[in-house]
C-alpha cells in the first residue's frame, strides 16, 4: 500500500504558491503590517517628519544659484572712469561688491573666505581707458578653492567691465543681431525648481529602501520572522502582506511632499498628478524590492541600514543626476547609473514638475524602473524561499 506524503511549497515551487494564494491570509497579514507600522514611532517619523525636513534643506539651505557673491573691489584711481566702473559694480544684483582703497584691506578677507575673489583698478586706469590698446583694464583674483564660483566671479566681472565699457563707445555702430537668451522650463534659473523635485527622490528612496530594509531585517533580529515563515501563507502573501503598507506609506509621502514643492517652495507642477502618482507607484517597486533583499542577505538592523545607505541612498544622492549632472561624468560612471532606479525617477520628476507630461521620457523611465524592480523582487523572493527550506 503506497501512502504519498504532501509535499512543502518549497519542493512544489512556484506553482504552489500561486494555487495557494489565499486573499483572507493577505488581508490579515496586511492589517498586522499596517498596525505594526503605525505603532512603531520610528517609521512614521522616517514617512512623514523626515520628508518635510529634507524639503526645507534642499529649499532653503542647498541653492546652486550665484546671487550676490561678495567681492572686493579695490579702487586704486579715483577718476571718474574708475567711479563709473565702480557705479556699474554696485548696480549689479549678482555681485554684492564692497569698496576698499587698498589690496591689503580684501587680502586677510579672501584667505578667510569672507570675500570670494576682488577686483583691482589701478592707479592707471585712465591712462589705460585712453591708449585702448590690449592691456588688461582690470585685475581680477578669486577664490580657486570655490573653482564654480571662482569662475562665475570672472566671467561676471569681465561682463560688467566689457558692458560699462561698451556703454561708453557711443561712436560706435549699432549691433545688427542682437542676442536675447531664453531658458525653457525654469526661466528664472531657480536651482529651488530642480532641486526640491530630485528630493522627493531622495525621499522615496530613504522610505522605500532604507525603512523597508531596517523594519524586516529587524523582524530576524527579533526572531518574528520566522514564526510569520512558519504560518501557511505563501511566500507571495508574505512578501506583499509586508511591502504594501509601506508602499502606501511612499505614494503618501509623496503626495506630502508634492503639497509642500507647490503651495510652500512655489515650485510649479505643469504636468498632471495622475503622471506623478504613476511614476511614484512604479518607481516604488525597485525601492522596496531593493530594501527587502537587503533584509533578506542581513539578519541585522545595522548591517542593513549600511548596505541600504551604499546601494541605496548615497547612488540616488551622487548617481542619479540630482546635484551632478550625468553627462559630465566619465563613461564608467554613467554605465553604472544605469542601474541606479533613482536615474530615471529623477529624470522624470523634473520633466513632470517643469515641463509637463512628455510621455517619450516617461515611457522609458518607466520602463527602466521596472525592469530594475522585477529583478530585485525575483532576487529577493529567491532568497526569502531558501528561509523556508
Known sequence: MNISTPRSSETLGPAADLRRFDLQRLRALIYKESLQALRDPSTLLIAFVLPVVLLLLFAYAVSLDAKQVRIGVVMESEGASAQALAAAFAATDY???HFVHDRREVDNKLVSGELRGYVVIP??????????????????????????????????????VQSWRTGLDVGAPPQAVVLEPRYWFN???????????????IVMTIIGTMLTALVVAREWERGTMEAVLSTPASVAEILIGK????FVLGILSTLGATALAVFVFNVPLRGSLTALMLLSAVFMVPALGQGLLISSL???QFLAAQIALFTGFLPAFMLSGFLYEIDAMPAWIRTITLLVPARYFVDSLKT????GDVWAVFVPNLAAMAAIGVLFFMIAKRATRKNLE
Open 95 to 97: 555681485l554684492d561688491a
Open 123 to 160: 592707479q592707471d586706469f585712465e591712462q589705460r581707458m585712453a591708449l585702448r590698446n590690449s592691456e588688461p583694464l582690470v585685475q581680477i583674483i578669486t577664490d580657486g578653492s570655490y573653482p564654480n564660483t571662482a569662475n562665475y566671479v570672472e566671467n561676471y566681472s569681465r561682463g560688467v
Open 187 to 201: 526661466a528664472e534659473l531657480e536651482s529651488r525648481r530642480a532641486l526640491v523635485p530630485g528630493a522627493i527622490a
Open 243 to 246: 511591502l504594501l503598507p509601506y
Open 298 to 300: 542581513a539578519r541585522n
Open 352 to 355: 513632470v514638475f517643469l515641463a
